[in-house]
C-alpha cells in the first residue's frame, strides 16, 4: 500500500463534501430524521398506560448503531459511485491505485463521516430524549468496530455487484443493507424472529452486536459469546468480500465491462 496515494484519494474525496452543501446536509438529514421519530415513539411508549418494560430505550441506541452500520457501507458504495456519475472511474483505475488504496480511502473518509454524524446523534439524543448513548461505557468500542467492519464488508460487496450489472443496479446501493435490518435483529431480539428464521439472523455480525447492546443496557453486560461470534463473523465476512469484489473485478475487466459502465 502506498500511504501517498491513498492520501489523494481521501482528499479527492473530502473535497467533494467540502464544496457541496447537499452532500454535507445529507450526512445529517437523515440520521437526524430517524432519530426524532424512534425518539418521540420511545417517550410515548414509556409513557404509555400499559406496561411497557424500562430498557425500551434501547431502540434509541439500536437506531444510532444501524446509522454506524449504513453509513460505513455507503461510505465505499457512494464514493465509488461519485466516480462514475463523475465519469473519473476509469481515470482512477488507469492511475496506480490498488484496489486496496482505493478501498482503504473509502474506509477513511466513511470512518470520519460516522464519527461526526454519531457525535451529532448523541448529543441530540441526550439533548432531546435524556439517551446516553456512552451508558454503554467501553462496550461501545467493540460494537462500534464490529458494526464498521461488517459496513465495509456489505459496501465491497455492493460495489462489486454495481461493478459487474452495471449502473442498472445503483438501487443495491441503498437497498442491501435494509435488506439485512429485519434479519440483523436491530430493534428487536432474535427470538423474536421466525424460528427458521433465526439461525440466519445468527450468521449475522450486527445480530450479535446488537444482541449485545441490549444485554448491556439491561444491566447484563457485554456477552462474551456475542463478541467473539461478532469479531469471528466480520473477519470470515471481510475477506469474503474482498475476494468477491477481486472476482467481480476481473470479471468487469476481461469484458470490458469497465470501459461501459463510465459511459452508459
Known amino acids: 500500500m502506498n500511504l501517498y496515494r491513498i492520501t489523494a484519494l481521501v482528499l479527492r474525496y473530502t473535497f467533494l463534501y467540502t464544496r457541496s452543501f447537499p452532500r454535507v446536509l445529507e450526512m445529517f438529514f437523515w440520521p437526524v430524521m430517524d432519530l426524532l421519530v424512534w425518539g418521540m415513539l420511545t417517550q410515548y411508549l414509556q409513557s404509555a398506560p400499559y406496561q411497557v418494560p ?16 449504513y453509513r460505513s457501507q455507503q461510505a465505499t458504495t457512494i464514493s465509488f459511485l461519485e466516480d462514475i456519475w463523475a465519469r473519473n472511474l476509469m ?32 448529543l441530540l439524543s441526550a439533548a432531546f430524549f435524556n439517551f446516553q448513548l456512552f451508558s454503554l461505557g467501553v462496550s461501545l468500542i467493540p460494537l462500534f468496530i464490529n458494526l464498521l467492519v461488517m459496513g465495509w464488508s456489505v459496501g465491497m460487496v455492493t460495489t462489486g455487484m454495481i461493478l459487474r450489472w452495471g449502473q442498472a443496479s445503483e438501487a443495491l446501493a441503498w437497498g442491501i443493507p435494509f435488506l439485512l435490518q429485519p434479519v440483523c435483529a ?23 452486536v446488537f444482541e449485545g447492546m441490549r444485554d448491556v443496557l ?44 463510465v459511459t452508459q
Open 54 to 69: 424500562g430498557f425500551i430505550r434501547f431502540l434509541l441506541g439500536s437506531m444510532i448503531l444501524w446509522d454506524v452500520l
Open 91 to 122: 481515470n482512477v483505475f488507469v492511475a496506480p491505485v490498488r484496489l486496496v488504496e482505493f478501498f482503504m480511502a473509502t474506509f477513511c473518509v466513511g470512518m470520519v463521516k460516522i464519527l461526526i454524524t454519531v457525535a451529532v446523534l448523541t
Open 186 to 208: 436491530a430493534f428487536y431480539p432474535v427470538s423474536t424472529l421466525p424460528q427458521w428464521l433465526q439461525p440466519i439472523s445468527l450468521a449475522i455480525p450486527a445480530t450479535h
Open 218 to 261: 439491561a444491566g447484563k453486560g457485554l456477552s462474551g459469546f456475542s463478541l467473539f461470534y461478532a469479531v469471528g463473523l466480520n473477519c470470515i465476512y471481510l475477506v469474503g468480500a474482498a475476494l468477491l469484489f477481486r472476482y467481480f473485478f476481473n470479471q468487469a475487466r476481461h469484458r470490458g465491462l469497465l470501459a461501459k459502465l
